[in-house]
């Protein structure tokens, strides 16, 4: 049984699967083999596959991707379908109205909707051909500092084989040092390795907005052959209003894929103020909309999942270099809010970053010096101005009534300038109200047709349908702080949040019948590490840990 931490050097380490690191990985090699410069470049991912925890609507704006591989089509692109025209609806609980303006930003026609899933299953397929060596299964768990305690060197990654209480089973694998001269940490939205140097003094700059996030829940569906997307005149619908009202930021989404399959979801900006909001609930409230209903009817739920998106927008992203290390991605918060798409922009930011690697090697200089040259590049390029439009527009999202439109109209007229610029931002985790009252817990009792196992799905099947899997006697990833916090404060004020936004049903709260105590209980093996919990606790109390590498959700075509 080795106990120690094998060490493993290479050049280049990109952390995470996800769009940004993956044409990272891809530009690097291309740079490398027109340089005549052999590099040793990984990349690991937490997921048992590549693409595993890839989720995402997903349009995607196809610039960044024929930068990057011109030849896409002949590579066995995954393409789904073209977006053919956008349809922007306004719900009401029972009727919809056409939006006759749609947002420039929400002008998606020929953009390519994907699933995120199987198009980083295809670049990870590429990136290995040309060299990168790609660990699924891997969870980096601490980042590795030279002597300043500054300088990344590397990443830690975790066991395997620890039981509940953290002793060796007899199939204990110790983890890996993985020594590299720069590493590149893409590791999607609320990264634990990029918050904990978050944390870190000298890394990111002070003075920086909070991070904010939005948490979508997705479910692809089978359609019958004639479906409503075979004679509408578009493909991408967005919506607003019903079911989360217009106080309660977020909107509905449902697009055709291939082979009559639809994407559809539903987003719930995390600076919502109604700590008894189910996010889970308000999902199938909009897939019962008789808009939506009519598209859906007789589909079969084939995959669903949850996952948060970093929407902040430039007054959010860090600085993206530090002494041996990049950022990119979601990570990053590369995002364009009102467009409600990422994917262009992650990959864009891993290509920028592989231009300053390139230089890195070439300068044998890993530090900030050179390094600075990625935020140099960045600030010329379309990723960045793209960014720059949108900057007030989650600001201006989060206000309420008559305001919303205001702020909306100010921003979009003034090509994100606004009303006041910057908009301040307040972190998710503080926009909770308190409950005006107690109310007792009780179990929902729904309509027995409610849910019917088949389009309508509840919250443990959806799981079962995400083929979430973690080992079940291992130590619980999630780290409740103080669980007197949970019942004293956050049950008392709030009701434990955390039992309604999770779409995982990681949390319950069961109240002793004699007693009337309420004890919170964690299902941690549901986890389908959206990481909507670290970042909504109100009291954060709550610390999302990386489980065993290769547990986690299981996405195939999401
Ligand atoms: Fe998401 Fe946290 Fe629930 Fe896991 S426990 S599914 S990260 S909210």
Redesign the pocket.
């Known amino acids: 049984m080795v106990t120690q931490n094998e060490k493993i050097e290479f050049d280049v380490l990109f952390i995470g699967g996800g769009p940004a690191n993956l044409a990272g990985a891809i530009k690097l090699m291309q740079l490398a083999r027109q340089n005549n410069l052999e590099l040793e470049v990984a990349l690991i991912e937490k997921g048992s596959q590549i693409g595993a925890h890839a989720l995402s609507g997903a349009i995607m704006n196809p610039i960044a991707l024929k930068e990057l591989l011109p030849d896409y089509l002949k590579k066995g692109y995954p393409l789904e379908t073209i977006v053919k025209g956008d349809g922007f609806q306004f719900l009401t609980n029972k009727k919809n109205i056409p939006v006759p303006i749609i947002p420039r930003e929400m002008h998606n026609k020929g953009y390519h909707i994907i699933s995120l899933a199987k198009f980083t299953r295809w670049l990870g397929s590429l990136a290995e051909e040309m060299g990168v060596n790609i660990l699924p299964g891997f969870a980096g768990t601490k980042v590795l500092y030279g002597l300043d305690g500054k300088t990344v060197i590397g990443v830690q990654t975790g066991p395997k084989g620890l039981d509940k209480k953290g002793k060796h089973k007899s199939n204990y694998e110790a983890g890996f040092d993985l020594m590299s001269k720069i590493t590149v940490f893409g590791e999607g939205a609320r990264g634990n390795l990029v918050k904990d140097m978050g944390a870190r003094p000298g890394i990111f700059k002070k003075k920086k907005m909070p991070q904010i996030f939005e948490t979508g829940i997705k479910e692809v569906i089978q359609l019958p052959e004639s479906n409503f997307f075979k004679t509408a005149p578009y493909n991408d619908i967005h919506t607003l209003g019903y079911p989360l009202g217009l106080n309660t930021p977020g909107g509905g989404f449902i697009y055709e894929m291939a082979d009559n399959k639809a994407g559809i979801g539903l987003i719930i900006g995390l600076s919502y103020e109604k700590p008894l909001l189910d996010f889970y609930d308000e999902f199938i409230k909009f897939k019962k909309h008789p808009l939506i209903a009519g598209i859906i009817k007789d589909g079969k739920v084939l995959e669903q999942g949850?996952r948060a998106v970093s929407t902040g927008g430039l007054f959010t992203i860090p600085k993206l270099f530090s002494n041996g290390a990049l950022f990119a991605g979601g990570s990053a918060a590369m995002h364009n809010a009102p467009g409600l798409k990422g994917i262009h922009l992650s990959m864009k930011s891993g290509m920028l970053a592989a231009q300053t690697i390139l230089r890195a090697f070439q300068k044998n200089d890993f530090s900030e010096k050179t390094l600075c040259s990625y935020d140099e590049n960045f600030k010329k390029s379309w990723a960045f101005k793209e960014i720059q439009k949108g900057r007030n527009f989650s600001q201006a999202l989060a206000k309420k009534g008559v305001l919303k439109p205001v702020y909306l109209g100010a921003q979009y007229f003034t090509n994100g300038r606004g009303i006041r610029d910057s908009m301040p931002l307040i972190k998710d985790a503080a926009t909770l109200k308190p409950l005006k009252k107690e109310i007792s817990i009780k179990k929902k009792n729904f309509d027995k047709n409610y849910f019917d196992d088949i389009l309508y799905v509840n919250k443990l099947t959806g799981i079962y349908l995400s083929k979430t899997k973690h080992r079940e006697d291992q130590a619980c990833h999630?780290i409740i702080k103080d669980q007197a916090i949970c019942i004293d404060k956050c049950y008392k004020t709030y009701q434990c949040p955390?039992t309604k936004?999770?779409?995982?049903n990681?949390?319950e709260i069961e109240v002793n019948e004699n007693s009337r105590q309420p004890r919170l209980i964690l299902n941690?093996a549901?986890?389908?590490?959206?990481?909507?919990?670290?970042i909504k606790d109100p009291y954060n109390n709550?610390l999302?840990t990386c489980p065993e590498g290769g547990g986690g959700p299981d996405y195939t075509i999401l």
């Open positions: 949850a999630l955390c936004f999770c779409p995982g990681v949390y941690p549901n986890c389908l590490h959206c990481k909507t919990c670290d709550i999302w």
